[in-house]
């Protein structure tokens, strides 16, 4: 767990969704996220899954990075994905929790270790900090939050429940 794991919003409000950020700090230990996370889903809106991610937030499952990140790179990206590039860019060898498609291409050409919702769903499967997977996926789903079918069942066979 010595790596610095950054967060972009969609993992976080995925996890939101299935009671699953909690899990953060036993896989992954600080889990830090740029102000512009901060302000995407800490807004005021007062939403559940806002009231989740409050909790957690004072709960320390994740922090804010105490210093500005000025976003760089690809214009195309918004300036939370940008911010979070940047934050991983600054610390080589970071893993960076993100699940849109352009974002994670540009964190790959930059070299930046990246997994999304779905890997962090696996890796509570595998650490048995979930009974099923499938079942977190399920919930997911009725939740509207949408990950690839090719990606959940590749999560399902690595976990052993296809």
Do not use: Y
């Not at 302000?39 to 500005?68: Q, Y």
């Not at 990246?114 to 769903?121: D, K, R, S």
């Amino acid at each position: 767990m010595a790596r610095l794991v950054i967060s972009d919003a969609s993992p976080l409000i995925g996890l939101s969704r299935v009671d699953g950020l909690g899990w953060l700090p036993r896989l992954f230990g600080t889990v830090w996220i740029p102000g512009q996370v901060k302000s995407e889903i800490l807004s005021g809106r007062k939403t559940v899954d806002e009231t989740a991610l409050r909790k957690a937030h004072e709960r320390g499952w994740f922090k804010t990075w105490p210093e500005a990140i000025k976003p760089r790179g690809r214009l195309d990206l918004d300036e939370v994905e940008r911010a979070c590039i940047e934050l991983a860019n600054r610390h080589p060898g970071s893993l960076l929790l993100i699940d849109e498609r352009d974002g994670r291409a540009q964190a790959r050409e930059c070299g930046i270790t990246i997994a999304g919702t779905a890997a962090v769903i696996s890796q509570a499967r595998t650490q048995k900090l979930i009974p099923s997977a499938r079942a977190v996926f399920e919930q997911l789903h009725k939740s509207d939050f949408r990950i690839a079918p090719e990606v959940i069942h590749a999560v399902l066979d690595r976990v052993g429940e296809r």
